[in-house]
């Protein structure tokens, strides 16, 4: 009884921290998005950039304050020279460090494709638009250990590239994205957020077992008449209407008489992927097995359909009909 009391009373103080911090966070987020242009593309000014010292930053700070009071009271000219002198350059570093900032150009975020549990990737395109080079600009986002730094030339352009957890399919906002710097020396540190407008769809999770693919295995065999570009099937005589280029002279004096070429396209396997055939306990278990059979057929080159219901996709095959398949999954209500 005293153990469940106690544990009651842990979770009252996460559950008020976390509403704590969801609504900071949400004030945070309203008041930037009242200072400027959120969404790329998008110029960083003096008002969307914003600096603090760095861990190390305070500690120079402090630092300097004891050399301070220590140069005042022992009245040390030296100490007093040193402290303003190293005081200067940490100012003029913070100067830099906003100037690196300012006048970036965030021309684009172009997300990936990825399935549920896998990292979705962002491509950042940054654009320097002053005629300076910037060092050390890191991309990130809160949350994610993974962060992207590289350096801007003078007039030119770089891509970061980052990625974001995925958990659930379906449609999904992208994150707040930080994009900040400690250049020259890290004793400062300048930032500024910025909004992707667009949204994302991630792909169903494959199944890991699922039953395998039927096909009829019967359809290979049937052909119909193809051109040039298709399999070389034999010669037949040449008909009124039939392309000079199709006859095939050397055959046609041999037999004396005119002999055509004759070309013809297998006829590949179709079949029809149905969500009523996936077995599954769950819409989200048969989803998922849909989409393994949609990788399979596309592995195996087949032509392939797909009835959900709501939404059927006539049969097709390649990059962008299984791109087609997988969106119409995931966007499955």
């Not at 041999?254 to 009523?276: D, K, M, S």
Request: one cysteine or more.
């Amino acid at each position: 009884m005293s153990s469940s009391r106690s544990s009651t009373k842990r979770a009252f103080p996460e559950a008020g921290l976390a509403a704590l911090v969801d609504a900071a966070q949400r004030w945070l987020d309203g008041w930037i998005r009242r200072r400027g242009p959120i969404h790329p593309p998008l110029t960083l000014g003096y008002r969307q950039i914003y600096i603090l010292p760095t861990r190390f930053g305070w500690l120079v700070g402090l630092l300097l304050f004891a050399m301070l009071l220590g140069s005042l009271n022992f009245n040390n000219n030296l100490g007093l020279f040193t402290t303003f002198l190293v005081s200067g350059i940490g100012l003029l570093s913070m100067h830099i460090a906003h100037r690196n900032l300012d006048g970036v150009r965030i021309a684009a975020v172009v997300p990936g494709q990825t399935f549920a549990g896998e990292t979705l990737p962002l491509a950042i395109t940054l654009q320097d638009t002053r005629g300076r080079a910037r060092s050390g600009l890191v991309a990130e986002i809160r949350g994610a250990d993974a962060a992207d730094g590289s350096d801007l030339p003078s007039s030119a352009s770089a891509d970061l590239k980052i990625s974001i957890a995925t958990e659930e399919r379906g449609w999904r906002e992208l994150p707040r994205i930080r994009l900040r710097t400690r250049h020259p020396i890290g004793w400062f540190e300048a930032w500024s957020w910025f909004w992707p407008a667009q949204r994302v769809l991630v792909w169903p999770r494959p199944a890991e077992h699922a039953p395998p693919l039927a096909t009829s295995g019967n359809s290979d065999d049937r052909s119909r008449t193809g051109d040039e570009s298709d399999e070389f099937h034999g010669l037949r005589d040449w008909r009124e209407g039939d392309p000079l280029h199709r006859i095939a002279w050397k055959a046609s004096q041999r037999h004396q008489h005119l002999l055509a070429r004759q070309f013809t396209r297998p006829e590949r396997e179709r079949i029809v992927l149905r969500l009523t055939d996936a077995p599954g306990r769950t819409l989200e278990e048969r989803i998922s097995i849909m989409t393994r059979w949609v990788l399979e057929a596309d592995r195996c080159d087949l032509e392939y359909g797909l009835e959900l219901g709501s939404a059927n996709l006539p049969p097709g095959r390649g990059e962008a009909h299984r791109v087609s398949c997988l969106d119409a999954l995931a966007a499955l209500g």
